[in-house]
């Protein structure tokens, strides 16, 4: 018996069903129909639609719908950027500069240990300039002494010269008086 009755309910169940998917296709039918004449009272070129006392062509409202939809977008942009200036201008408010004058201290003592390097530098440069005057005028000292010296051994040699031909002449003299004395012989 039990079974029976399930299977009876199943049936139920079955036919309940198919009632109401057929009065859903009558419902999506007459939609159907609705939006096909909504299309043709509406999609005509001599259509005129009146809203507010105010007679419209579908092209003048598609017109109007655009320049409505410009304008509302260029409201949000102005509003977002107003918004957004508003907030930079809170946060330019509330800019609290960061505290430099640990960098400030560090910067000085680069800067004095700059110029200490500057000054030694040009300590440097003054006593290096100091020591090349100093050897440029022992080098022009020692290239005096030395021409000067050369000169005299030039001379020197000059007067050695002339005293070793004066010597030869004196030897050769004596030489051939020797040669030409018969008694040495």
Same mark, same amino acid.
């Given at each position: %018996? ?7 309910? $199943? ?8 009632? $109401? ?8 039918? $007459? ?9 043709? $009272? /509406?999609?005509?070129?001599? #259509? ?5 006392? /105010?007679?419209? #062509?579908?092209?003048?409202? %598609? ?19 107003? =918004?957004? /200036? !508003?907030?930079?201008?809170?946060? +330019? ?7 430099? #004058?640990?960098?400030?201290? *560090? ?13 030694? #530098? ?10 090349? &005057? &100093? ?8 290239? &005096?002494?030395?021409? !000067?010296?050369? *000169?005299?051994? !030039? ?5 050695? &010269?002339?005293?070793?031909? !004066?010597?030869?002449?004196? +030897?050769?003299? =004596? +030489?051939? *008086? ?8």
């Amino acid at each position: %018996m039990v079974h029976l009755i399930a299977y009876i309910t $199943k049936l139920w169940i079955h036919n309940t069903e198919e009632i $109401k998917m057929t009065e859903e296709i009558k419902d999506v039918n $007459k939609k159907i129909d609705e939006a096909e004449a909504a299309v043709k $009272k /509406y999609a005509s070129a001599n #259509t005129v639609i009146s809203i507010g006392g /105010y007679e419209f #062509t579908p092209a003048k409202l %598609m017109v109007a719908f655009t320049l409505v939809s410009s304008i509302l977008g260029g409201l949000y942009g102005a509003f977002e950027t107003y =918004k957004d /200036y !508003q907030s930079m201008k809170k946060r +330019i408010a509330e800019y609290v500069a960061p505290d430099l #004058t640990e960098f400030d201290k *560090r910067l000085a003592v680069v800067t004095e240990n700059a110029q200490k390097s500057v000054e030694y #530098t040009n300590n440097i440069k003054n006593d290096l300039k100091a020591d090349i &005057r &100093r050897l440029e005028g022992v080098v022009d000292n020692v290239e &005096r002494s030395a021409k !000067q010296t050369q *000169r005299e051994v !030039q001379l020197d040699v000059v007067d050695v &010269r002339k005293d070793l031909k !004066q010597l030869n002449k004196e +030897i050769d003299s =004596k +030489i051939q *008086r020797a040669l030409d004395n018969p008694l040495a012989k």
